[in-house]
T-cell receptor, first 117, second 112 residues
Framework: DTGVSQDPRHKITKRGQNVTFRCDPISEHNRLYWYRQTLGQGPEFLTYFQNEAQLEKSRLLSDRFSAERPKGSFSTLEIQRTEQGDSAMYLC???????????????FGSGTRLTVV | GNSVTQMEGPVTLSEEAFLTINCTYTATGYPSLFWYVQYPGEGLQLLLKATKADDKGSNKGFEATYRKETTSFHLEKGSVQVSDSAVYFCALQGGSARQLTFGSGTQLTVLP
């Protein structure tokens, strides 16, 4: 297993364009998370999936953002009509959770760095 | 809600110096506490964790003790190396939340 993979590593786009990022989690992991990290800050939670179900969304996730995880495997995060404020590192993480126990075993990907010009 | 306050950086130390990075938190209930490390160009890696009061997490010479009375989880290392240069994040997972809440990170630079 090669860990959590994110694609692309870097994306430069013009304001107003749509972008889509992909995350491939560790294959046996049932939970997948998206975070956003701006320069000099810690990651901020965006949303998470348990298998294919999107169970929670942060207020940071405006209606221009949409995430999917079809078939409970890879996930995509789409940003429509990008704005300069969307420039950030988008991190994906996955974990294996059984029951209602705490999540101890996050594995993060290397992130996709988005620059909106 | 949950929040994490982390010692502001950057921190610059000489090799073999003692390291402390302060972290305090606010959370309902009994959160789990974590330290993550991020090397340049890489994702976050779990450094250590503690899941209940008075637990000590340790890894690679780093230690942190879960102090409920002071709501703190300070990171320490007795003798830092150049290879420890990275950004360190304190984080918690509390209550029914499945996600992590992170501090703002502390940049550590260790000089030879």
């Amino acid at each position: 297993d090669t860990g959590v993979s994110q694609d692309p590593r870097h994306k430069i786009t013009k304001r107003g364009q749509n972008v889509t990022f992909r995350c491939d989690p560790i294959s046996e992991h049932n939970r997948l998370y998206w975070y956003r990290q701006t320069l000099g800050q810690g990651p901020e939670f965006l949303t998470y999936f348990q298998n294919e179900a999107q169970l929670e969304k942060s207020r940071l996730l405006s209606d221009r953002f949409s995430a999917e995880r079809p078939k409970g495997s890879f996930s995509t995060l789409e940003i429509q009509r990008t704005e300069q404020g969307d420039s950030a590192m988008y991190l994906c993480a996955s974990s294996l959770n059984v029951g209602t126990g705490n999540n101890y075993g996050y594995t993060f990907g290397s992130g996709t760095r988005l620059t909106v010009v | 809600g949950n929040s994490v306050t982390q010692m502001e950086g950057p921190v610059t130390l000489s090799e073999e110096a003692f390291l402390t990075i302060n972290c305090t938190y606010t959370a309902t209930g009994y959160p789990s506490l974590f330290w993550y490390v991020q090397y340049p160009g890489e994702g976050l890696q779990l450094l250590l964790k503690a899941t209940k009061a008075d637990d000590k997490g340790s890894n690679k010479g780093f230690e942190a003790t879960y102090r409920k009375e002071t709501t703190s989880f300070h990171l320490e290392k007795g003798s830092v190396q150049v290879s420890d240069s990275a950004v360190y994040f304190c984080a918690l997972q509390g209550g029914s939340a499945r996600q992590l809440t992170f501090g703002s990170g502390t940049q550590l630079t260790v000089l030879p």
